[in-house]
């Protein structure tokens, strides 16, 4: 019954995850399993056996930011950090079903990841500016393919 | 005080046939655990009385939606968000995929899986009231075979319902036959994510020249467990809209409702809620012309 979150966290020490409320409510602890956004606090560890996991480690790629990290650096997306990780993941998971999201669909994939220090419009503008570019789901891809091997 | 992982044997057996022979051998000894939105919860505080765990994650049987031409059959184990994804349920049965947009969030909805919100049987689940107004019927399966009740009747008080201890929850069945009905579903909470209902009324009903021929109330929240609101139905039934059927029809709603006091609501706001959501829907039903 071990948490995947507490997997990642404490065997893999993938610390990028965050643990807020530890009920679903928070969405701190978000990350992407075979391609949809869970929280990990949620997630018994053996269900995740042969899924694909990505934590915000796998977003950046090749040294390079993630187009979401950047905007939320430019536009004053985080203050604490304690939800960012699980903000950019939400994000993500919305940008690759929704590249252009309006505000509508960026406070409905947001709903989940509470905020204490931003109150929330700056997360949105960031998310809004955010610049895909043509191939970012190929990097998706293979950036949740090196969060696998990294398992 | 926190969950102990330790204290939990969490198995997954991976096919259907495997946990059914599981809860034959022991019934009652095995708590099925899908998406884990309740049952990880009730862990991580400490409070989840499961020994034995047997996953349904990932069991192909479980998770599909089958149409036919009479029917969309869903696996109890599809999630909210393969109901929201599906064509045929996004467009037949709106009330259902706009319920099921309501659940938490979308981290919660790629989890939380139909059967569980059933079988979980809270008063407020959020996909009841649709599941009552489309007339569902709940399949249970196990090693002696398969059976199916109404899910009007699936819940049988606070927290219980109609599987045996060796049964699980297999399918939840949709008649496809409500193209013509006029179909409503409002849910008061206190926001509009991660929120659970105060009070939630779904209803579908066929009128023929003004006249209600048929009508589905569901409730969730004004009683101990979704219930279907049979009273106000009668009262409704051969009717035509007018301000005294209206009327009639808030008195027999007020007798047969049994909300409650609790850390969400009081008993009186829901009993006005409700009042009022009846009248959102009977006055969105067309009215015969000479009626005002």
Known sequence: MKRLLDVLREDLQLTGTKEGCGEGECGSCSVRMNGELVNSCLVPVLQVEGAEIQTVEGLALNGELHPLQKAFLQHGGAQCGICTPGMLMASAQLLEHCPHPDMSQIREALAGNLCRCTGFMRIFESVAATNLPESAEHSAESSTERTRHAR | ?292
Do not use: C
Request: glycine fraction near 8%; charge should be positive; avoid cysteine.
């Open chain 2, 1 to 292: 005080m926190r969950g102990n992982a330790a204290m939990h044997d969490l198995v997954a057996p991976g096919e259907l046939g495997a946990v059914l022979e599981l809860l034959a051998a022991e019934p009652g000894a095995w708590t099925p655990i899908a998406g884990g939105t309740e049952l990880m919860v009730a862990f991580a505080a400490g409070r989840l009385a499961a020994p034995k765990l047997v996953s349904l994650w990932g069991i192909p049987d479980l998770h599909t939606i089958d149409v036919t031409p009479q029917s969309v059959v869903i696996g109890a184990a599809a999630t909210f968000l393969d109901l929201r994804r599906h064509a045929v349920i996004a467009t037949e049965f709106l009330l259902l995929a706009k319920a099921a947009s309501w659940i938490g969030s979308i981290a919660n909805q790629g989890r939380a899986t139909l059967g569980g919100n059933l079988v979980n049987g809270s008063p407020a689940a959020d996909s009841s009231p649709a599941l009552l107004a489309y007339d569902a019927e709940i399949e249970m399966i196990s090693v002696r075979g398969r059976r199916r009740v109404p899910y009007s009747a699936f819940h049988t008080g606070y927290k219980r319902n109609a599987l045996l201890p060796d049964e699980l929850l297999y399918a939840i069945h949709l008649p496809r036959r409500f193209a013509h009905h006029v179909q409503y579903l409002r849910k008061v909470g206190t926001r509009r994510a991660m929120a659970i209902a105060k009070v939630a009324l779904g209803a579908t009903a066929l009128l023929e020249k003004g006249v209600i021929r048929e009508i589905r109330l569901g409730a969730a929240s004004l009683a101990p467990y979704p219930t279907r609101l049979l009273q106000t139905e009668s009262a409704l039934i051969g009717q035509v809209i007018t301000r005294g059927t209206i009327e009639s029809a808030h008195r027999v709603l007020l007798a047969e409702v049994k909300p409650i006091d609790d850390i969400r609501s009081t008993a009186q706001y829901r009993r006005r809620v409700a009042v009022n959501l009846l009248d959102e829907f009977l006055l969105s039903l067309p009215q015969e012309e000479t009626q005002t």
